[in-house]
């Protein structure tokens, strides 16, 4: 009899350790194979060598192809890729196109369920490869991680009214003011300005006209839009600055009215802010230093043509490849109110999964894995583009070469274009040339462009 009771013990006890043991088991899997595709514009495949190298660690059974594409090229490959189920799984998209791609998108889900590789044991070591469920950046701690622009360009409501984030930036670069040393010296300038009074009076010491009344030397890349490469970016942050509300809750372009709070009724600063950039091309003006003749901005200052031109760290590398000899810096952008109230400009692209990959959870991993503090570093040095990240920003503030752009990060903003944003830079263009030209009331020309950008809004 008590045989038999230590008989029924042993079997019970036995019955208790086979599922743990089944369990382990289930644990060591071994994956099948996953391709991620993965597009993107501007960067060289060595920028993204590391981080991919680090995440196949963990996850060698994944294999990223990167491929990079001509900007020129880009968005018509990516849509016809969609259309025929031969695009990518993971794409890069400017953060102005967000509205554009939503439902191209595949959001970021709540968690994500992917095979990943670990180390187990103390002595004896074994790898382990098991199934790993992670919760999500959600959309509350991507306001809280990345600066404010990215939290109110990336987290979007979806059909059922349901905020989620459709994309996640490595980092974000600000408008910056580059600036011709040689040129100032010769002009007696020995500070850069700071804010725009000063940058008028500094313009137009720099310029100097020949006895034709040609631009010999211009003063600043500033008044067009066919030659000035991010024409509407500086507008853009012009109007931010003069006090111009660019949009309203319903995302629709108000930049021509005087906001509510506004104390000056009879002022509308979007509209003062248009007629402050087009003095810059206007013959009849002081501020005269630019016209739709002169070569390409940034092609004009490689040359030492110009001492002042607006753009972005993308920017460095080729002033540096194409004028090794030019003595020039960068600066932060003037600001109408810089004791008091900052307003600078966001521009930069986000990494998102396709509705159509059939590896969005593996795809959804990586993105989160590459825009995390510790990985995304390798990608910022080689690239050198500013932080998206809160964290990082006073890391990269003692980095000489960026800092003018990095200062800038807290303070920057963008503002939504609509579905197609490239249709509502065009009616900034035609706006811009229908000023210089006199080619219509000022009253008229507002509010033709107005209604063109608000037809790409829904």
Not at 19 to 33: A, F, S, V, W, Y
Not at 56 to 76: A, D
Not at 392 to 414: C, F, G, M, R, Y
Not at 425 to 435: G, S
């Amino acid at each position: 009899m008590i045989n038999q009771k230590k008989s029924w013990f042993w079997l019970g006890l036995l019955l208790l350790v086979l599922p743990t043991i089944g369990l382990g088991c289930q644990k060591n899997i071994t994956p099948e194979p996953v391709t991620l595709n993965y597009w993107r514009v501007f960067d060289n495949d060595d920028s993204f060598k590391e981080i991919i190298a680090n995440y196949k660690k963990s996850h060698p059974y994944v294999t990223i192809n990167y491929r990079k594409l001509r900007f020129e090229e880009y968005e018509q490959l990516i849509l016809e890729g969609l259309a025929e189920d031969k695009g990518p799984d993971i794409f890069s998209i400017h953060n102005t196109w967000i509205g554009k791609y939503q439902s191209k998108i595949s959001p970021l889900p709540p968690t994500t369920s992917v095979a990943e590789q670990r180390i187990e044991g103390t002595f004896r070591k074994k790898e382990i490869t098991e199934i790993q469920t992670k919760r999500s950046l959600t959309p509350a701690e991507a306001s809280q991680s990345f600066i404010d622009v990215v939290g109110n360009d990336i987290v979007r409501k979806n059909e059922k009214g349901e905020e989620q984030i459709y994309g996640l930036p490595l980092g974000v670069d600000t408008l910056v003011m580059f600036y011709n040393r040689e040129i100032l010296n010769n002009s007696g300038i020995s500070t850069v300005p700071e804010n725009w009074t000063d940058f008028l009076k500094d313009v137009a010491r720099i310029t100097k006209l020949n006895e034709a009344g040609q631009i010999v030397v211009g003063g600043a890349a500033l008044g067009t839009a066919n030659n000035i490469p991010r024409f509407s970016d500086i507008l853009s942050v012009l109007m931010m600055q003069n006090g111009a509300e660019m949009t309203d809750k319903n995302n629709y372009a108000t930049w021509q009215l005087v906001p509510k709070s506004f104390p000056n009724k009879s002022y509308v600063p979007g509209v003062e802010a248009l007629r402050f950039y087009t003095d810059f091309a206007n013959p009849t003006k002081e501020a005269y230093t630019w016209n739709e003749q002169m070569p390409d901005a940034l092609e004009a200052f490689t040359q030492g043509r110009v001492a002042f031109f607006f753009g972005y760290s993308y920017n460095v590398p080729i002033i540096q490849s194409q004028a090794p000899q030019l003595n020039w810096g960068m600066a932060k952008i003037p600001q109408a109110d810089s004791a008091n109230n900052q307003n600078n400009f966001a521009n930069y692209w986000v990494e998102t999964v396709s509705k159509k990959s059939k590896n969005q959870d593996v795809a959804w991993d990586f993105i989160q894995f590459a825009a995390n503090a510790k990985n995304v570093k390798p990608y910022l040095e080689s690239s050198g583009k500013p932080t998206a990240l809160r964290s990082l920003i006073d890391e990269q503030l003692k980095n000489h070469d960026i800092e003018p752009a990095v200062s800038q990060l807290l303070t920057s903003k963008s503002w939504y274009k609509g579905k197609d944003s490239g249709q509502a830079e065009k009616a900034l263009a035609d706006l811009i040339t229908a000023v210089i030209n006199g080619t219509g009331t000022l009253e008229k020309l507002l509010n033709t462009t107005i209604q063109k950008i608000n037809l790409t809004i829904q």
